[in-house]
């Protein structure tokens, strides 16, 4: 009985811990989804060619565009899929697009945290200008 009690408790202060201990993974080191950051926010003008929908969890899922710039190709991460369709907004091989957001590196490659996307006159708002995603309603997803 009391070897039991001993593994029930040990079960327990895990499942306590993990939690904790995942969460003190630094962002924008590979490990985890690299946060917004301001002093990063640039403006690039591109053409879209693909549009990928990503199942993966921890915050990188959802719609991307590679988005071919002047100066390479870059990963340009929207936010939720059924975000982008709530607002009634797409996007298709060859549009052109002008993306301001946060410049981050991801599983060793460029990347861009959108926070504004203009296609065709729209503007497509994803973020506030502190880079706290619209889908979390002011939450913050830390």
Do not use: C
Request: overall charge positive.
């Amino acid at each position: 009985m009391n070897a039991w009690r001993v593994l029930f408790g040990t079960a327990v202060a895990a499942a306590l811990i993990m939690p904790s201990a995942a969460a003190q993974v630094p962002r924008g080191t590979g490990r985890g989804t690299p946060n917004y950051n301001r002093s990063t926010e640039v403006t690039v003008t591109g053409t879209v060619e693909q549009v990928r929908q990503l199942a993966r969890g921890g915050g990188w899922g959802g719609t991307h565009l590679i988005v071919k710039t002047d100066n390479g190709t870059l990963d340009v991460h929207l936010g939720p899929s059924s975000f982008l369709a709530e607002q009634h907004f797409s996007f298709a091989k060859g549009d052109r697009i002008e993306v301001t957001g946060s410049k981050v590196k991801y599983a060793g490659t460029d990347a861009l945290l959108a926070r504004e996307v203009k296609k065709d006159g729209k503007v497509l708002t994803l973020r506030d200008p502190n880079g706290i995603p619209e889908w979390s309603r002011g939450r913050r997803r830390d």
